[in-house]
T-cell receptor
Framework: GQNIDQPTEMTATEGAIVQINCTYQ??????LFWYQQHAGEAPTFLSY????GLEEKGRFSSFLSRSKGYSYLLLKELQMKDSASYLC????????FGAGTTVTVRA | DAEITQSPRHKITETGRQVTLACHQTWNHNNMFWYRQDLGHGLRLIHY???????NKGEVSDGYSVSRSNTEDLPLTLESAASSQTSVYFC?????????????FGPGTRLTVL
């Protein structure tokens, strides 16, 4: 089975940096995904890591350490539109999701 | 543009009624999935399909069924709706059985069972 943990809520100021951690325990591993979900909307794909290290996509970066069962999503130069829930998901033969981290960006 | 749609977007029903939620994708994806999302639980997999005539149970499949008669559609049926099935339901699809393939989500259906 899967056990995926991430913080429930985080608050940050516009222009700042926020790091969302995700720890997991899984019976198998075929990659870790991050999704963004605005209130009342569908999750949208942000990033995918299958090898250890940092993947950078503009203002968003995602890091993976398979030996530690750990990932983080880094959001830089925060904007008001980044206020959303961020879902960590781990794949073995299927995709399992954490409960999500709600990020609130304040002016 | 190719897309994934769900209908209805909102549904209110009564306990014991049969309800069917529609999911339609135009990407020609082989894989389709149904999830439910509840506060504190994240997204949980109900059923999934790897192709026409293929269906599989997920982690919370009791009380739900699916059928896959063509590539584009995977309807989700609640045989006898219960209040515990009040939730937001998301359909998703991915191109192939490659485990690295990204899943793309529909807009969701908010179901209330009274």
């Amino acid at each position: 089975g899967q056990n995926i943990d991430q913080p429930t809520e985080m608050t940050a100021t516009e222009g700042a940096i926020v790091q969302i951690n995700c720890t997991y325990q899984t019976s198998g591993f075929n990659g870790l995904f991050w999704y963004q979900q605005h209130a009342g909307e569908a999750p949208t794909f942000l990033s995918y890591n299958v090898l250890d290290g940092l993947e950078e996509k503009g203002r968003f970066s995602s890091f993976l350490s398979r030996s530690k069962g750990y990932s983080y999503l880094l959001l830089k130069e925060l904007q008001m539109k980044d206020s959303a829930s961020y879902l960590c998901a781990v794949r073995d033969y299927k995709l399992s999701f954490g409960a999500g981290t709600t990020v609130t960006v304040r002016a | 543009d190719a897309e994934i749609t769900q209908s209805p977007r909102h549904k209110i029903t009564e306990t014991g009624r049969q309800v069917t939620l529609a999911c339609h994708q135009t990407w020609n994806h082989n894989n389709m999935f149904w999830y439910r999302q509840d506060l504190g639980h994240g997204l949980r997999l109900i059923h999934y399909s790897y192709g026409v005539q293929d269906t599989n149970k997920g982690e919370v499949s009791d009380g739900y069924s699916v059928s896959r008669s063509n590539t584009e559609d995977l309807p989700l049926t609640l045989e006898s709706a219960a209040s515990s099935q009040t939730s937001v339901y998301f359909c998703a699809s991915s191109r192939s059985r490659d485990l690295t393939d990204t899943q793309y989500f529909g807009p969701g259906t908010r179901l209330t069972v009274l």
